[in-house]
């Protein structure tokens, strides 16, 4: 990990983005590193390369779908967690929430007509 602090390289313009991003594709395996979904030959339009918008630091490749899917996530997070620095212990709780209840902790089943409108989202 780099310290930030350290010797940053600012990217100029998009033919130094794409420098990078194929440098840190290789670093990857040519994988999201999200999801781990192959981008051999996905490297224009559908790899990103993704930065920390607050400090600029380039953090890796995502696919388009984890790429849309952090700035969303990132975006209530943010709003529910009372702000950027509630962002990650937001997304903790959610996750511990989520695990915990991949086993029925309530007797209750949601209606079935309910459930089904909830699907056409
Ligand atoms: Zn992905």
Redesign the pocket.
């Known amino acids: 990990m780099k310290p930030l602090g350290s010797l940053m390289i600012r990217l100029r313009n998009a033919a130094e983005v794409a420098v990078v991003r194929l440098r840190l594709l290789k670093q990857q395996g040519f994988k999201?590193?999200?999801?781990?979904?192959s981008l051999k030959g996905r490297v224009r339009g559908g790899a990103t390369l993704d930065h920390d918008h607050d400090t600029g630091v380039c953090r890796g490749v995502?696919?388009?779908?984890?790429?849309t899917g952090e700035g969303k996530l990132r975006t209530v997070a943010v709003r529910y967690g009372g702000g950027k620095d509630g962002e990650l212990e937001w997304l903790r709780n959610m996750t511990a929430y989520k695990s915990i209840h991949k086993q029925p902790m309530t007797e209750y089943l949601y209606p079935e007509k309910r459930r089904k409108v909830c699907k056409k989202k």
Do not use: D, P
Request: glycine residues 8%.
């Open positions: 999201c590193a999200v999801c781990g979904c995502l696919c388009k779908v984890c790429n």
